[in-house]
């Protein structure tokens, strides 16, 4: 057999499409990661998603709780914050700058 005709990952081709086709693998992954099916069409998010999007620390958001400040579901020793409860709290809790 030919060594012209044989494909490699060596052959600079083949390696642009393998770095590719890693690449996207990573963003699957990444994709797969971070997504939660909704349940009855509602999204549940988890205490360090809650953290992450309202920038606060755990600590902060346990006090949020205790005042009843936001919403939240106990269930088997978890909390679970509904994804539509946490953009009405922001909406709700939204100033306008004074122009």
Known sequence: MNDSN?????????????????????????LMDDFHPPLGGERYM?????IARLKV???????YRSARRIPFILFGGKVLYRETDIEKMLAENYRKAIP
Request: proline share 0%; hydrophobic share 30%.
């Open 46 to 50: 988890t205490d360090k998603e809650v």
């Open 6 to 30: 044989v494909i490699t990952s060596e052959d600079g081709r083949m390696a642009s499409v393998l770095y590719a086709l890693k690449k996207c693998a990573k963003e699957v992954d990444k």
């Open 57 to 63: 620390s755990r600590r902060t958001l346990q006090e």
